[in-house]
């Protein structure tokens, strides 16, 4: 039995030479993408923003997005041929043989839908059944999912939810009529990972009771190494790999797997990440021969002469690559250490008992803390933890707080307005949404020399000098000087933010989840860069997220914030080796890991 | 529904700490999120009314001219002309003038019409030039007017909308956003004209091309005269109605949950009713109310145009006549329609809207 194939004789799902192209031009977009899922198995199907995983996932309910058409191939599962069915029977079979859960649960829930409504349609639309039954049948759904079954719980609207529970709501809804397979696009993303968590269980647990094979697509390598026994890594339309997830994360044979895996980071050890430099190939512009050839550091001539076949290898797994990585390189760049700056004497920031409200509510308590110069503090929490007003009360965004900022000595005034021009310019701003902070009527080049204009009084062609070598020390170069933020990838554009707030040289950096929104091999070029400046510059930093893997590989110190109190602050080493308090502890138990060994030890969601 | 927000509570679940109670200010407008909001609405409509009372009062004092020598013209001997002005009551100053209205108008009683010549010392009681009397019959009529005009416009452009949004950049749905762009650019004399020539003069002959009725007439009683001004208003407000339609409907179509509601299997007309209709509501709402807002102002071109019996036609009569208590009283009329309808169209919208109606 090689590891392309599930155990059993004939699989449960069994997927062809899947391939979708764009309708009219008919670029493809999915390519001969074939797969195996046995029953009660869970496949994962990793990729990055691009690779046509989504695609993927919608395709096996026999649906392409708006645009997009299935040109090909064959979805079986059980007895039935998904790609076959027409109108009436397809309907029937959405639902009730393959199911979907969507990326965004608040966004998959109709807003003007009572919970209780939406669970009824799921049933409704497929069958006929009494009000009795059907309340049994709801019961039943929401106790296997751990969600109260009360009618004040079911006349909620989904916005009175929280996100966990949205995505709650949206698993049973997808287990509601017992389908053979469950597509699960990226369920996980955006959660805190304790819902994370507690999602990834729910999955889990529901797949083996309800007897359902499942397909979990994802971005998130550790999530799909918690719930996924089998992993298919995609590239450009195409897979390039599966294999078993174990020998998928120990040893990848593909050196894009191994890319992915060296630029995620790991809460347990400080690594280096490694991103991808380049981006995916657009679609109707894939290279010649293998797609990877651009970007991948062991390419030679024949590799771009035809595709790479998707082919068996001596481990079992299979490998789409002439010269595959040999079993002894995979996971060796994972154990590169990340340097560390210098750090001199003189305290950057300081905050003390600082307190915040937000609509009559406390959202931070007697919060302080000091940064020194050239160092990077993480501050880590949930969402609701307080972390954003935290930062916006430093850069005066938020203006309702009391206690004290210093800023090199200097204390700041309460709102952005009142402070001084040169305090302004000293400390600076990145959202966590490179989408919104940019005018996207503005070249990157104009976006950059914005601040410019407000500090200093430059002519235009100086201005124009500053941005383009600001494009330069964010690694995008001149070409990117004209364009349209619209243009260009969420990880381009974040870097522009980035070039942006360095451009008025600053010497404290505030970053407000900023890579959450990127993919690994992004949000690694970016920790690395802003380690770089880091250490070139003595840029003191103060980075906000969610995700404490990211934390050990760029911050030095880390305060731990919980419902807007300090419960843990010390250096980053101590802190995530040995948590001291029950709450870091938990967010660490909770972190999907990559490490076998870890994972054993952790959570305990197989 | 007050009960629903209060026990429709926010469950906790693990990582949320909003579940934590707001108290104190915020409390009151928790618990009455549609109240609160109408008493500030109606605070502010009645601001907007006495406004507009005052505004339309000084305009009236600009354009040359007044009451008596509207009814007497222009070579009347400048000795009736006073006479008549002080049985009119117009050699009052200004301003006691604009009190004694007031006073008047806040028990609903706004006077006689002046272009009858009733004397002043008659205009506290109400007789049958009152102008509440004279306008009662115009005003149904207006009412049906616009009324028919809502009605089909609303029912045309939604179902077209709907029809468009789902068969998007067909062939349906490219005429019709051609045709709407075109018709939209139109302004409303022009296409009550074009109505008139092509229905009722040059090519068909098949309604009247004026609506001229008896004073009391009701426009039941001829509803061919009723047929070009409907059409008229018609074509010029549903291509609005189409096109708000289409795009909030296309925007709703698009979104995740429309989306997922075809992944759970739900049918074609489902998706549409249920999932996309219930979600564009509140823009299509929206502009419902601006139409008929616009709909009571375009009256008074085409009631004039085609000479109907209406408020519209009587501010216009009433402008001509410098009759001060007629005019006050439409304007007063339409204003209170204005506030009324923008009321109604923000409850409208905040019932169609849970997010609003159920704060966190
Ligand atoms: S085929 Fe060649 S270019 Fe493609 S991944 Fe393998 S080594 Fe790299």
């Known amino acids: 039995m090689s590891a392309a194939n599930?155990?059993?004789?004939?699989?449960?799902?069994?997927?062809?030479?899947?391939?979708?192209?764009?309708?009219?031009?008919?670029?493809?977009?999915?390519?001969?993408?074939?797969?195996?899922?046995?029953?009660?198995?869970t496949l994962g199907l990793v990729g990055e923003s691009g690779s046509g995983k989504s695609t993927v996932a919608v395709a096996l309910l026999g649906f392409a997005r708006p645009g997009l058409e299935i040109t090909g191939g064959s979805v079986r599962i059980g007895e039935v041929e998904v790609l076959d069915l027409k109108d009436e029977a397809l309907r029937e079979a959405r639902g009730e043989l393959v199911s979907y859960v969507p990326q965004?649960?608040?966004?998959?829930?109709?807003?003007?839908?009572?919970?209780?409504?939406?669970?009824?349609?799921?049933?409704?639309?497929?069958?006929?059944?009494?009000?009795?039954?059907l309340r049994g049948r709801i019961e039943e759904l929401l106790k296997a999912v751990n969600l109260p079954t009360d009618k004040q719980f079911l006349r909620c609207y989904p916005h009175q939810l929280s996100g966990g529970q949205q995505q709650r709501v949206v698993i049973a809804i997808a287990f509601a009529c017992r389908p053979r397979l469950i597509v699960l696009d990226e369920p996980t993303t955006g959660l805190d990972v304790t819902t994370?968590?507690?999602?990834?269980?729910?999955?889990?647990?529901?797949?083996?009771?309800?007897?359902?094979?499942?397909?979990?697509?994802?971005?998130?390598?550790?999530?799909?190494?918690?719930?996924?026994?089998?992993?298919?890594?995609?590239?450009?339309?195409?897979?390039?790999?599966?294999?078993?997830?174990?020998?998928?994360?120990s040893q990848p044979r593909h050196p894009y797997s191994a890319g992915l895996l060296n630029a995620a980071p790991s809460a347990h050890q400080a690594n280096?990440?490694?991103?991808?430099?380049?981006?995916?190939?657009?679609?109707?512009?894939?290279?010649?021969?293998?797609?990877?050839?651009?970007?991948?550091?062991?390419?030679?001539a024949d590799c771009r002469q035809a595709v790479p076949p998707l082919a068996p290898t001596e481990s079992g797994s299979l490998v789409r690559c002439l010269h595959p990585m040999a079993v002894s390189d995979g996971g060796v760049l994972r154990l590169v250490p990340s340097p560390k700056p210098e750090v001199k004497g003189g305290e950057a920031l300081e905050i003390e008992r600082l307190v915040a409200d937000y609509g009559g509510r406390q959202i931070l308590h007697e919060v302080g803390f000091a940064?020194?110069?050239?160092?990077?503090?993480?501050?880590?929490?949930?969402?609701?933890?307080?972390?954003?007003?935290?930062?916006?009360?430093?850069?005066?965004?938020?203006?309702?707080?009391?206690?004290?900022?210093?800023?090199?000595?200097?204390?700041l005034r309460q709102g952005a307005r009142e402070r001084s021009r040169e305090q302004l310019r000293r400390m600076q701003y990145i959202f966590q949404n490179p989408f919104g902070s940019l005018n996207p009527t503005m070249t990157v080049a104009e976006n950059i020399e914005e601040p410019l204009r407000h500090f200093e009084s430059l002519s235009r062609n100086e201005r124009r000098a500053k941005a383009l070598e600001v494009l330069g020390t964010v690694h995008l170069g001149e070409d990117f000087a004209d364009v349209l933020p619209g243009r260009i990838s969420g990880g381009e554009r974040q870097r522009?933010?980035?070039?942006?707030?360095?451009?008025?040289?600053?010497?404290?950096?505030?970053?407000?989840e900023i890579t959450s929104a990127l993919d690994v091999s992004v949000q690694a070029l970016l920790v690395e860069q802003l380690r770089d400046l880091q250490m070139q510059r003595g840029l003191t930093m103060v980075f906000i997220t969610h995700n404490l893997a990211v934390v050990r590989s760029i911050a030095q110190n880390v305060i731990v914030l919980q419902t807007g109190t300090i419960v843990e602050a010390g250096s980053v080493e101590g802190v995530l080796s040995a948590p001291k308090h029950p709450y870091t502890r938990q967010l660490l138990e909770d972190l999907p890991t990559l490490d076998p060994a870890e994972q054993a030890t952790a959570g305990g969601a197989k | 529904m007050h009960a629903e927000a209060d026990s429709g509570a926010v469950v906790p679940g693990p990582g949320s700490p909003e579940a934590g109670g707001q108290q104190g200010l915020s409390h009151w407008m928790r618990v009455h999120p549609v109240t609160s909001m109408i008493v500030r609405r109606i605070l502010l409509g009645v601001v907007t009314i006495v406004m507009i009372a005052i505004i339309v009062y000084a305009a009236t004092l600009?354009?040359?001219?007044?009451?008596?020598?509207?009814?007497?013209?222009?070579?009347?001997?400048?000795?009736?002309?006073?006479?008549?002005?002080?049985?009119?009551?117009?050699?009052?100053?200004?301003?006691?003038?604009?009190?004694?209205?007031?006073?008047?108008?806040?028990?609903?009683?706004?006077?006689?019409?002046?272009?009858?010549?009733?004397?002043?010392?008659?205009?506290?009681?109400?007789?049958?030039?009152?102008?509440?009397?004279?306008?009662?019959?115009?005003?149904?009529?207006?009412?049906?007017?616009?009324?028919?005009?809502?009605?089909?416009?609303?029912?045309?452009?939604?179902?077209?909308?709907?029809?468009?949004?789902y068969r998007r950049d067909g062939f349906f749905d490219t005429v019709g956003s051609v045709v709407s762009l075109v018709a939209s650019a139109l302004p409303e004399f022009v296409v009550a004209i074009f109505c008139v020539l092509l229905f009722a003069t040059s090519l068909f002959t098949w309604f009247p091309a004026i609506s001229v009725l008896e004073p009391g007439?009701?426009?039941?009683?001829?509803?061919?005269?009723?047929?070009?001004?409907?059409?008229?208003?018609?074509?010029?407000?549903?291509?609005?109605?189409?096109?708000?339609?289409?795009?909030?409907?296309?925007?709703?179509?698009?979104?995740?949950?429309?989306?997922?509601?075809?992944?759970?299997g739900a049918s074609t007309a489902r998706i549409a009713f249920r999932h996309a209709l219930p979600n564009a509501l509140p823009p299509i709402i929206q502009v419902v109310g601006l139409n008929l807002l616009f709909l009571a102002g375009g009256i008074v071109l085409v009631e004039a145009i085609f000479n109907f019996p209406g408020i519209g036609s009587m501010l216009v009569a009433a402008i001509n006549g410098r009759d001060v208590n007629e005019i006050q009283f439409i304007v007063i009329l339409l204003a209170v329609f204005y506030v009324l309808l923008n009321i109604i169209t923000d409850v409208c919208v905040l019932l169609v809207t849970p997010r609003r109606r159920y704060p966190r």
């Not at chain 1, 807003?111 to 039954?133: C, M, S, W, Y």
């Open chain 1, 6 to 41: 599930g155990a059993g004789a004939r699989p449960a799902v069994e997927v062809r030479d899947l391939c979708v192209s764009m309708i009219g031009s008919g670029v493809p977009i999915v390519s001969g993408v074939s797969f195996d899922v046995a029953e009660r198995e």
């Open chain 1, 104 to 133: 965004d649960p608040a966004a998959g829930l109709n807003p003007a839908h009572r919970i209780g409504t939406q669970l009824r349609e799921a049933f409704q639309v497929h069958e006929k059944l009494g009000k009795n039954e």
């Open chain 1, 196 to 249: 994370q968590r507690y999602i990834l269980e729910t999955i889990n647990d529901m797949a083996a009771n309800f007897g359902a094979s499942a397909v979990y697509v994802s971005h998130d390598l550790p999530a799909v190494a918690e719930v996924a026994a089998r992993t298919a890594v995609m590239y450009a339309g195409r897979i390039v790999e599966v294999a078993t997830t174990e020998q998928l994360f």
């Open chain 1, 272 to 300: 280096r990440l490694v991103g991808i430099e380049g981006r995916p190939p657009r679609p109707g512009h894939w290279p010649q021969g293998c797609s990877y050839a651009p970007r991948c550091p062991h390419a030679r």
């Open chain 1, 371 to 411: 940064v020194k110069e050239g160092e990077c503090t993480a501050v880590v929490g949930e969402s609701g933890s307080g972390k954003t007003t935290l930062a916006r009360c430093l850069v005066g965004l938020h203006t309702r707080w009391d206690g004290e900022i210093r800023l090199d000595g200097e204390s």
């Open chain 1, 496 to 512: 522009v933010a980035v070039g942006r707030a360095l451009v008025v040289n600053p010497e404290v950096l505030v970053c407000d």
């Open chain 2, 62 to 165: 600009v354009i040359p001219g007044n009451a008596a020598t509207a009814i007497l013209g222009r070579n009347a001997q400048p000795a009736k002309v006073v006479q008549l002005e002080k049985e009119l009551g117009l050699n009052e100053p200004v301003l006691t003038r604009f009190v004694n209205w007031a006073e008047n108008a806040i028990q609903l009683n706004f006077g006689n019409s002046l272009g009858e010549g009733v004397a002043v010392t008659q205009r506290e009681k109400a007789t049958e030039n009152s102008v509440t009397s004279l306008a009662r019959d115009r005003l149904a009529n207006s009412a049906i007017l616009v009324a028919a005009a809502a009605l089909i416009s609303t029912l045309l452009g939604l179902l077209t909308g709907v029809y468009a949004a």
């Open chain 2, 217 to 264: 007439q009701s426009i039941l009683s001829e509803p061919e005269k009723l047929v070009l001004p409907v059409l008229a208003l018609v074509i010029v407000v549903t291509p609005y109605m189409f096109r708000m339609t289409r795009g909030a409907m296309i925007e709703a179509l698009d979104s995740d949950y429309v989306e997922f509601a075809r992944m759970k």
